[in-house]
């Protein structure tokens, strides 16, 4: 016998986007999780739901607004009405049912499989045909591709998206212009995620929706229901290809799909990303410099990949042997390890600031914060080495512009040089910051280390990436001046070779008005 | 027949946590700590069967605490597995591959570790 329908989320709240608004809630809509917590749709599950209301705005996935939803008190009072048969995390991923959560869970180890082919040996070609396998599997699709932005052949038009194909066992190339006639073009043009639905269907084109081109199909003899494009970026944010996923049987991608797709897209990214820095090697980057780099990313990720491989095994044998409690406290482990796995890759691309919203983008917030967030990171690490890290908080900057993202990474990076520079007993690195009479704020990291020779200070200081000549790979202080740069700021750099070495960091009032709005 | 008591060492509580959902649904009593130090007074008021030890951590690293023990010659008997994510290539680094064998350990298990192949190492060294 069913049990009657309790309370739902819109009906608590009274936000007033229920199931019969002019404007429903996600929510109020996802019949896929229709009776769960003996909810109308999600309504009692929503906090699964990306695109909910929370603290007055539109929210996004679960990870993104866990804090809200744990705070709110629903959830709690879900839980207490429910009992036993509550059920917390199943759609944590859009995953309903314990079959589900072992496909979400094969889907998390194909990533965390790419991750170690990253990790372990390079070959782009090989890591991109199995990045489009994974995506191909994860997403039930029948093809997936990588197409990469190339210049149009005869030198006039618009760039192309070039790929190769197999269909009926021969190869085939594809090219597609970067241009409104088709969803991929539209993809790499607009430089956002495109979800094509039953393209063939007689119903009118909504406003916005994308084109679909026909012509890929003429041309490999199928029929497309379903089509996924999602852009790849270089560390400057552009376009540098698009990874698309194809079904001709299924009517529509899921947004797990996509989610899954924009994920194998950081790993395509990283793939490019590496081979394009293995390409610079000829120029001013030596070998070891990328080994070393390729050596510290490979432990971060190993570390990641260590947990995430342990709470993958123990929900799976939490399953068999029906511990729920274990399956929920292992899909916390997870869902915390795979977003450090997607904040990783994010600050191995470097990404430069976007757009009002985007987490790289200028806000007014406490510089100081931010800075002392950063050095939080190496707490333990310094501890481990017996090196003393001091943070000197200046005044003056408690509501400054700047990108938060972009100031914590350059702070971690020259954190990074420093820890690498000083002995392991009786190292010190100091973290300093003040405003100055001009009004900039300062950001000071010194270190009794090593030191650099003049020539290395004065060729670091005119921005020559050299890493031959300096501990590490140099790559860290080329992100540092990137970023100041975008901050319209200045650098400085002070050393003695022994005595160690000081970076400062000048950055401008209000960086944004001098560089005019964010496109 | 009692539980073998094992002693985690880690100061990653996520690790930590983790490993210990490992090996307690599998009938082992888990014991932990945070770093080397720590560990070495575990050991006395613990006494564990076996100790899994990570390698980089604050106070003393499971190189340092692991030589420590061996040296000890009423605790050179319990077995260690040390565990680290140290990358091989890395020649420049406080943690050089070799010190695994200047620590005595008796297995070294590389990040990301299978957990069959911690429980399998696991039941060997167990009497």
Redesign the interface.
Known sequence: MGRALKTNCWELKGCGRGPESAEPCPAATDTTSHGTNRGINAGRICWTVPGTLGDGFVQGAFHEKQPLCLSCGFIEQVRREEGEGFRFLKLARGVNDPRSLRATLEQVEALEAIHQQLSSRFDLDRVLAEITEEAKRTTHAQCSLVLLRQPPPSGKGPPQLRGRFTVGGRKADVAIPVDDTSAVGCAALNNTSVNVKDPYSPRRRKPGEPPFSKRFDRACGCRTRSLLAVPIRDAQDQVVGVITAVNSDKGYFSQDDQWFLEHFVVEASLALEKDALLKASASTMTLASIGETVAALSHCIKNIAHTLRGSSYIIKRALQRNRMEDVRSAWELLDRHVELLADLASDVLTQPFGPPGHPDAFVVADLNETVRNAVRLFEGEARARAVELVLRLGRGLRRRRFSKRGVYRAVVNLIINALETVPHSGGQVVVATRKNRAGEAVITVSDNGSGMDERTRQALSAGVLDPGRVKGTGLGLATVRSIVEKHHGRITIQSKPGKGSRFRLYLPTDPEERAGPLP | MAQAKILVVD??P??L???S??LE?EGYQVVTAENGRDALEKVESEDPDLIILDV????L?GFAACAKLKSSPERKGIPVILLT???K??QDT?YPLDGVLRAEAEEYL???????DLLEAVARMLP
């Open positions: 100061d990653d996520d690790d946590k983790m490993i959902m490992i649904p980089m951590m604050p106070e690293d994510a140290v990358a290539r890395i406080k590389e990040k990301p570790t299978k957990p069959e």
